[in-house]
């Protein structure tokens, strides 16, 4: 799949006013803010959920203490992949075309095109999230209402009421989080850190965030979610997100939404020999994944 001089027909000829390149801007690395990027020098990474303790007892005295112990819970594996594309030009497209240098014109096209692909990528966690059929390390989708303990409970990290983005349904995800336990059944102070959204509820999430009073109402009252800082990053739009009416809660739970970084992302040409081809390529390893749960709260909307 070269391209040759027949597929540039037109930058053979004098004349033209403009050559328009799909030269368009992206949109921003917007996995960066959607996961916590870490580096790996392996084939594929992992993360081992321990169990803590139980709730420490009361010891009467002179009565012995109580032991109890702890154990490997689940593991999370980030599998690397490798997206990569290429292209190549023959010598006499090269030579002949008139308007700039091909090679450069379409290796922007490359980068674009990889960009795109790692977006998806990470993006589709999230777009996945509520999939029963996607699981992950405990056995259920990463956002779910059954999340299982080691005690024979439960706990959910999807608002309880599926609810388009309002103030109340922002309010009631944070008090939800507020009784999160671990796999023991104790508490766990897990806050939020960001909002994120489709690009649909880019104003909703900033009336919701930016404003010093409730919004949408007549009364004087304060915003107290902005009061609280209770979302202290804000909110940042995703545009690979699919459904319109799905909003994110990033928490601040020591691990939990990743992505693995195995090559930054690279760029090589060479010349074929024999058939006096121009080859150009591009290519970037990493993974995207959620160690623990507790690192997202969401809901799909109404």
Same mark, same amino acid.
């Given at each position: 799949?070269?391209?040759?001089?027949?597929?540039?027909?037109?930058?053979l000829e004098p004349g033209l006013n403009e050559v328009m390149e799909q030269d368009y801007k992206?949109?921003?690395?917007?996995?960066?803010?959607?996961?916590?990027?870490?580096?790996?020098?392996?084939?594929?990474?992992?993360?081992?959920?321990?169990?803590?303790?139980?709730?420490?007892?009361?010891?009467?005295?002179?009565?012995?203490?109580? +032991?109890?112990?702890?154990?490997?819970?689940?593991?999370?594996?980030?599998?690397?992949?490798?997206?990569?594309?290429?292209?190549?030009?023959?010598?006499?497209?090269?030579?002949?075309?008139?308007?700039?240098?091909?090679?450069?014109?379409?290796?922007?096209?490359?980068?674009?095109?990889?960009?795109?692909?790692v977006q998806v990528k990470g993006a589709a966690i999230y777009n996945n999230a509520f999939d029963?059929?996607?699981?992950?390390?405990?056995?259920?989708?990463?956002?779910?209402?059954?999340?299982?303990?080691?005690?024979?409970?439960?706990?959910?990290?999807?608002?309880?009421?599926?609810?388009?983005l309002n103030e109340t349904a922002l309010e009631d995800a944070t008090i939800q989080m507020a009784?999160?336990?671990?796999?023991?059944?104790?508490?766990?102070?897990?806050?939020?850190?960001?909002?994120?959204?489709?690009?649909?509820?880019?104003?909703?999430?900033?009336?919701?965030?930016?404003?010093?009073?409730?919004?949408?109402?007549?009364?004087?009252?304060?915003?107290?979610?902005?009061?609280?800082?209770?979302?202290?990053?804000?909110?940042?739009?995703?545009?690979? +997100?699919?459904?319109?009416?799905?909003?994110?809660?990033?928490?601040?739970?020591?691990?939990?939404?990743?992505?693995?970084?195995?090559?930054?992302?690279?760029?090589?040409?060479?010349?074929?020999?024999?058939?006096?081809?121009?080859?150009?390529?591009?290519?970037?390893?990493?993974?995207?994944?959620?160690?623990?749960?507790?690192?997202?709260?969401?809901?799909?909307?109404?």
């Amino acid at each position: 799949m070269t391209i040759n001089r027949a597929k540039i027909r037109r930058l053979l000829e004098p004349g033209l006013n403009e050559v328009m390149e799909q030269d368009y801007k992206v949109y921003d690395q917007e996995h960066k803010r959607l996961f916590d990027i870490e580096k790996s020098k392996r084939a594929f990474e992992e993360d081992l959920m321990m169990s803590g303790f139980g709730a420490a007892k009361v010891k009467a005295e002179g009565a012995s203490i109580s +032991f109890d112990t702890a154990q490997e819970m689940w593991t999370a594996r980030y599998n690397h992949e490798t997206i990569a594309l290429a292209f190549a030009i023959s010598r006499e497209a090269y030579e002949d075309n008139l308007y700039g240098a091909l090679g450069k014109r379409y290796g922007k096209a490359l980068s674009r095109s990889i960009h795109h692909t790692v977006q998806v990528k990470g993006a589709a966690i999230y777009n996945n999230a509520f999939d029963a059929s996607v699981t992950y390390g405990d056995g259920v989708a990463l956002l779910a209402s059954n999340h299982p303990t080691l005690t024979g409970g439960t706990w959910s990290n999807v608002l309880s009421t599926p609810s388009d983005l309002n103030e109340t349904a922002l309010e009631d995800a944070t008090i939800q989080m507020a009784a999160w336990i671990d796999e023991r059944g104790l508490l766990v102070n897990i806050k939020p850190k960001g909002l994120h959204v489709h690009p649909s509820n880019h104003y909703v999430a900033t009336r919701l965030l930016v404003t010093e009073k409730r919004p949408g109402t007549s009364d004087n009252d304060v915003n107290a979610i902005g009061y609280h800082g209770a979302i202290p990053e804000g909110h940042s739009v995703c545009n690979y +997100f699919t459904d319109p009416d799905a909003w994110f809660i990033r928490t601040d739970a020591p691990n939990g939404m990743k992505c693995f970084e195995r090559r930054a992302i690279e760029f090589g040409a060479e010349d074929s020999f024999d058939n006096e081809v121009y080859k150009h390529k591009g290519s970037i390893r990493l993974s995207f994944g959620a160690s623990d749960p507790r690192g997202l709260m969401g809901s799909p909307g109404a």
